[in-house]
């Protein structure tokens, strides 16, 4: 499956129901389980982000799905990076020309 890192923050809807997180969050899990993904880490953070995951789908429309319905909700911005293991590195360096 492919990897994620998803960086998050909290609308002020979010904000406002920030002692909520922790439930919102095992409810999206759940719900990204259902679609076939899976929220390996999740880590409430200071700094320039609220939230950051690291997720695995089985293919971007899956994710891009999940973090719609997210969304959707009005707790949460994302940005989303697609993040390569070392095996699938190796595998991308040995195209180089």
């Given at each position: 499956?492919?990897?994620y890192?998803?960086?998050?923050?909290?609308?002020?809807?979010?904000?406002?129901?920030?002692?909520?997180?922790?439930?919102?969050?095992q409810?999206?899990?759940?719900?990204?389980?259902?679609?076939g993904?899976?929220?390996?880490?999740?880590?409430?953070?200071?700094?320039?982000?609220?939230?950051?995951?690291?997720?695995?789908?089985?293919?971007?429309?899956?994710?891009?799905?999940?973090?719609?319905?997210?969304?959707?909700?009005?707790?949460?911005?994302?940005?989303?990076?697609?993040?390569?293991?070392?095996?699938?590195?190796?595998?991308?360096?040995?195209?180089?020309?």
């Amino acid at each position: 499956m492919a990897k994620y890192i998803v960086l998050m923050n909290w609308t002020d809807q979010g904000v406002k129901a920030a002692k909520d997180t922790v439930t919102r969050y095992q409810d999206a899990a759940n719900a990204f389980e259902r679609m076939g993904g899976k929220l390996e880490d999740v880590y409430w953070t200071s700094g320039s982000y609220d939230l950051v995951a690291v997720a695995s789908a089985p293919d971007d429309e899956t994710l891009a799905a999940f973090l719609l319905t997210v969304g959707g909700s009005g707790n949460l911005r994302t940005q989303t990076l697609r993040a390569f293991t070392e095996d699938e590195m190796t595998s991308i360096l040995s195209k180089l020309a």
